[in-house]
C-alpha cells in the first residue's frame, strides 16, 4: 500500500493533539505504512487544532462512492450504496436535505423532480411551486414541503437516463432513504464484508435550511451520535460548498471537515463576494485551514483541461493544500466519454466508456489522497494498480 507523501506525514505528527492512545495507534500506522490520510488540520498561524487525524480506513488514497454507485444504479438509494461496497469503495457519500419534519434523507438537492417520481403523483401535484435557492429560481417539487411518511411514498429514478439508459430499469424500485438508513448500511454492511465502511456526508444549501427554520447541522451531529459515529475516530467526514456552517461545526464536533471547492467562476453562497478561485489559492487555503481538514475540488483545480479539452498539467493545489495540513479530494471521477479529457475518449458516443483508468493515474500520481467516483470498482481496481506499481521494486 502506497504512503502518503513523507513531508504530509511530518506534519501530521507536529500538529494534531489526540490522546497518548490513539496517538501511538496512529504512529504505528504510519510506521507500517498504512495511514489512510496524511492531515492535520494546523491553522494558518501554526496552532494545532484539538481533532485526531482521519486515519480510519486501511487505504490510500481512499475511494468514496459519489452518491453511491451512481454509475450503475439511481443514485442515492440503498441499493447504490450498498452496490458501491460490494465494489470495494471506502466510504459512501449521501448528500443530506430536511423533510418538513426535520428528518434528514438523501438526495442530491431539495428539489426533487429530477430523481424522483414525484412529478407523476396526482396527490401531490398542487406541491410544485417556484422558489428562490441560494439566488437561483427553481421551480419543482422541494423536500421540505414533505413530510417523512409523504416522501417514503415516492420511488426513485435515474438523474441523467440519456447517458444511464441502463440504469433507468431500476426506475421506480427504491424509495429515499433517510440519513439515519444510510449510516445503518454502512454499518451493517461493513460487518458483513469485513471492513470498515465509512459515510461521507455532504449538508446541502445549509444556509437556506436555516432561513426556513430547517437547520441541517443538529440533526446530523444527533443522527452520528445516536450511531456512535461523533467520537473523533469515527469513519466520518462532513462537508460544504458553504464556509458558515462548516465553522459552526468546527465548534460543534472533532470530525473531519472538508471544504468543497467548485469549478469555474463560482464561490460559496454564504459568502457573497468570495469565489471559489480564491479559496484555492495558497492564501484561501491556509484560511480553510482554521476551520477545516481537507477540501474537495472540482477536480479541474488539480489537473485542468487545456484550451483543446485534453488533460492538461498539474496546479500546485495538492502541494498547497498538504503544506497547511488539509487533505484533497478531488470529485468526480466518471467513466463515460462525456466526462473524461478529449484525449481519453475512445470514440464518439458521449455514454461510451473512455479511458477511465488514465485520468485516474494522472490525479493519484498528482498526490491526490482520496477521490469521488460514480464508478467505485474502477477507481478501486485503478488505485490498486497505481499503488501496486508504485511499489514495485525498480528493474
Given at each position: 500500500m502506497r504512503r502518503p507523501p513523507e513531508g504530509v506525514l511530518v506534519l501530521v505528527r507536529r500538529t494534531v493533539r489526540m490522546p497518548l492512545a490513539a496517538a501511538a495507534l496512529t504512529s504505528l500506522a504510519l510506521a507500517a505504512g498504512l495511514a489512510s490520510s496524511p492531515v492535520a488540520g494546523a491553522a494558518p498561524d501554526g496552532r494545532a487544532k484539538d481533532r485526531a487525524a482521519p486515519t480510519r480506513v486501511d487505504a490510500y488514497?481512499?475511494?468514496?462512492?459519489?452518491?453511491?454507485?451512481?454509475?450503475?444504479?439511481?443514485?442515492?438509494?440503498?441499493?447504490?450504496?450498498?452496490?458501491?461496497?460490494?465494489?470495494?469503495?471506502?466510504?459512501?457519500?449521501?448528500?443530506?436535505?430536511?423533510?418538513?419534519?426535520?428528518?434528514?434523507?438523501a438526495r442530491h438537492e431539495n428539489e426533487i423532480s429530477g430523481?424522483?417520481?414525484?412529478?407523476?403523483?396526482?396527490?401531490?401535484?398542487?406541491?410544485?411551486?417556484?422558489?428562490?435557492?441560494?439566488?437561483?429560481?427553481?421551480?419543482?417539487?422541494?423536500?421540505?414541503?414533505?413530510?417523512?411518511?409523504?416522501?417514503?411514498?415516492?420511488?426513485?429514478?435515474?438523474?441523467?437516463?440519456?447517458?444511464?439508459?441502463?440504469?433507468?430499469?431500476?426506475d421506480g424500485r427504491f424509495p429515499v432513504p433517510t440519513l439515519q438508513e444510510v449510516v445503518e448500511l454502512a454499518k451493517t454492511e461493513g460487518?458483513?464484508?469485513?471492513?470498515?465502511?465509512?459515510?461521507?456526508?455532504?449538508?446541502?444549501?445549509?444556509?437556506?435550511?436555516?432561513?426556513?427554520?430547517?437547520?441541517?447541522?443538529?440533526?446530523?451531529?444527533?443522527?452520528?451520535?445516536?450511531?456512535?459515529?461523533?467520537?473523533?475516530?469515527?469513519?466520518?467526514?462532513?462537508?460544504?460548498?458553504?464556509t458558515g456552517n462548516l465553522r459552526e461545526l468546527d465548534t460543534l464536533t472533532k470530525l473531519p471537515l472538508v471544504q468543497l471547492l467548485g469549478g469555474g467562476s463560482g464561490g460559496p453562497a454564504d459568502r457573497t463576494g468570495t469565489t471559489?478561485?480564491?479559496?484555492?489559492?495558497?492564501?484561501?487555503?491556509?484560511?480553510?485551514?482554521?476551520?477545516a481538514d481537507g477540501v474537495g475540488p472540482d477536480k479541474n483545480r488539480v489537473i485542468p483541461r487545456t484550451a483543446a479539452g485534453t488533460l492538461g498539467t498539474p496546479t500546485s493545489l495538492v502541494a498547497d493544500a498538504h503544506a497547511v495540513g488539509l487533505?484533497?479530494?478531488?470529485?468526480?471521477?466518471?467513466?463515460?466519454?462525456?466526462?473524461?479529457?478529449?484525449?481519453?475518449?475512445?470514440?464518439?458516443?458521449?455514454?461510451?466508456?473512455?479511458?477511465?483508468?488514465?485520468?485516474?493515474?494522472?490525479?493519484?500520481?498528482?498526490g491526490i489522497d482520496g477521490l469521488f467516483s460514480d464508478n467505485p470498482d474502477t477507481a478501486v481496481a485503478a488505485r490498486d494498480a497505481f499503488n501496486a506499481s508504485a511499489q514495485r521494486p525498480a528493474a
Open positions: 488514497p481512499i475511494v468514496v462512492g459519489h452518491r453511491g454507485a451512481s454509475g450503475y444504479r439511481p443514485e442515492h438509494t440503498l441499493e447504490s450504496y450498498r452496490l458501491a461496497i460490494a465494489m470495494g469503495a471506502d466510504y459512501i457519500e449521501p448528500d443530506v436535505v430536511s423533510t418538513s419534519d426535520g428528518v434528514l434523507v430523481t424522483t417520481d414525484v412529478f407523476t403523483r396526482p396527490e401531490f401535484a398542487d406541491r410544485q411551486t417556484t422558489k428562490t435557492i441560494d439566488g437561483k429560481a427553481l421551480t419543482g417539487w422541494f423536500t421540505e414541503d414533505f413530510t417523512l411518511a409523504e416522501l417514503k411514498t415516492l420511488r426513485a429514478k435515474e438523474r441523467i437516463p440519456e447517458l444511464r439508459q441502463e440504469n433507468t430499469l431500476y460487518k458483513r464484508v469485513g471492513r470498515t465502511i465509512g459515510v461521507y456526508i455532504e449538508t446541502k444549501h445549509p444556509t437556506y435550511f436555516d432561513s426556513i427554520g430547517l437547520s441541517l447541522e443538529e440533526p446530523l451531529l444527533a443522527t452520528l451520535k445516536r450511531a456512535g459515529l461523533d467520537r473523533q475516530t469515527a469513519p466520518v467526514f462532513l462537508q460544504s460548498f458553504e471559489y478561485n480564491e479559496l484555492s489559492t495558497a492564501a484561501g487555503l491556509r484560511e480553510i485551514a482554521s476551520y487533505l484533497v479530494h478531488p470529485y468526480t471521477f466518471r467513466n463515460e466519454n462525456v466526462f473524461l479529457p478529449t484525449d481519453l475518449r475512445v470514440g464518439t458516443a458521449p455514454d461510451d466508456y473512455g479511458k477511465a483508468f488514465a485520468e485516474y493515474e494522472a490525479f493519484f500520481r498528482a
